[in-house]
């Protein structure tokens, strides 16, 4: 079957029953195992942390961004689940010089949605797919009429993603579009993917909050003080860097937690 990645290119992908897949990006993985495959899968990567048994299941290829291409071989694989920004391009340039590689480039919920659905369509789950995707969609309107039900003008918020240097998100990411459904403004939304910002950039952008991601970086408790000396008016929050980022089945639950973070606002 000949499916359009999100790239652009074109790639021949086998029929559902023949599958041997490799999956480099853990939201991906997910999704596959929601969609509910499990043989057809023969490696992820050692960030694929769910589901928890596959790291010990399935083949381990490497990194997102340090596949080991001998592991790869060795599986054989007929398809290769790559995503333009987590995966390094020139990586995901050799492997397909030698397998189909179905990459996605995803910035925002729409774009999410569609690649829950080619990937379903491509593994011949087109059924669950649907349904996961009905179910996301529903789960965001009844976000947005919550926004509006607590009629709460957005927050402005530094969304960081690593400590040193310091790094935060802006604004032709995934992770921009979450913070505008989860209440908030982004401060960096007029910057390009991961800018760098030193203490006096950050005390003139004077957010209202300061959220410290789970994911790269593990931001921890004790990491709050060093960003409250900063900034000692804004208010600082852990959050769960997978809801904000994976653009997989994962948008199943992050509605409800998004929520949680309008209602605490």
């Known amino acids: 079957m000949e499916v359009l990645d999100q790239l652009g290119k074109i790639i021949n992908t086998p ?24 043989e057809e899968v023969f490696g992820v990567t050692k ?44 990586q995901i340039e050799q492997l397909a010089e030698k397998y189909p590689v179905w990459t996605s480039d995803i910035q925002t919920l729409e774009e999410a949605l569609m690649m829950i659905k ?13 349904e996961i995707i009905d179910r996301i969609t529903t789960g965001f309107n009844t ?40 209440g908030f403004y982004n401060v960096m939304a007029d910057q390009n993917r991961y800018p760098e910002v030193d203490k006096e950039t950050l005390q003139n952008l004077n957010p209202d909050y300061i959220l410290l991601s789970s994911e790269p970086f593990p931001f921890a408790e004790k990491h709050i003080p060093e960003f409250q000396e900063i900034c000692p008016n804004a ?28 209602k605490s606002l």
Request: charged letters at 25%; proline letters at 4%; one cysteine or more.
């Open 118 to 130: 080619t990937v379903s369509t491509i593994v011949g789950k087109e059924g669950r797919g649907t």
């Open 143 to 182: 976000l947005n009429n919550v926004k509006t039900a607590e009629n709460s003008s957005k927050k402005s918020a530094a969304y960081f993603i690593w400590r040193q240097p310091m790094m935060l998100v802006g604004g032709d990411t995934f992770i921009n579009e979450m913070m505008d459904f989860a």
């Open 47 to 90: 960030f694929c942390i769910k589901p928890e048994n596959w790291r010990k299941q399935k083949t381990v290829v490497g990194g997102t961004k340090a596949v080991k291409f001998e592991k790869v071989a060795d599986l054989q694989p007929n398809l290769i689940l790559a995503n333009k920004e987590e995966n390094e391009k020139s």
């Open 235 to 262: 208010t600082i929050l852990l959050v769960d860097g997978e809801m904000f980022s994976w653009y997989g089945s994962r948008l199943l639950v992050a509605p409800a937690y998004f929520k949680s973070i309008i």
């Open 15 to 38: 029929s559902p029953d023949k599958l041997r897949i490799v999956s480099l990006v853990p939201s991906q993985t997910e999704l596959l195992y929601d969609l509910g495959l499990n």
